[in-house]
């Protein structure tokens, strides 16, 4: 599914037009990503939870070469499904 129809499934669910539509999933991740770059986890009952982790440095290699090269430590945000969703999905 593409963001598109994701608007046509919100859209169609909802008494929201397409363009209403974008506007919420469009704020929607806004609000997330604000709130991951300030460090803060998005806890969604029944979805699950977005958070941000840190990634420890580490070395890799160039596979075409066999260099090896430092890889720095970052920020990154991941997602937990919550029971619910897994339960779903594993029907």
């Not at 460090?39 to 977005?50: A, E, P, Q, W, Y």
């Not at 958070?51 to 260099?67: D, E, N, W």
Request: a positive charge.
């Amino acid at each position: 599914m593409k963001k598109i129809d994701l608007i046509d499934a919100i859209s169609s669910k909802t008494n929201l037009n397409k363009t209403e539509s974008r506007k919420a999933l469009d704020c929607f991740i806004e609000i997330v990503t604000k709130q991951l770059a300030k460090g803060d986890n998005v806890r969604i009952s029944g979805l699950g939870t977005f958070k941000v982790t840190q990634r420890a440095a580490r070395k890799g290699i160039i596979p075409s070469t066999k260099a090896v090269i430092n890889i720095p430590a970052k920020k990154v945000a991941k997602f937990n499904v919550a029971k619910e969703l897994a339960d779903a999905v594993n029907k």
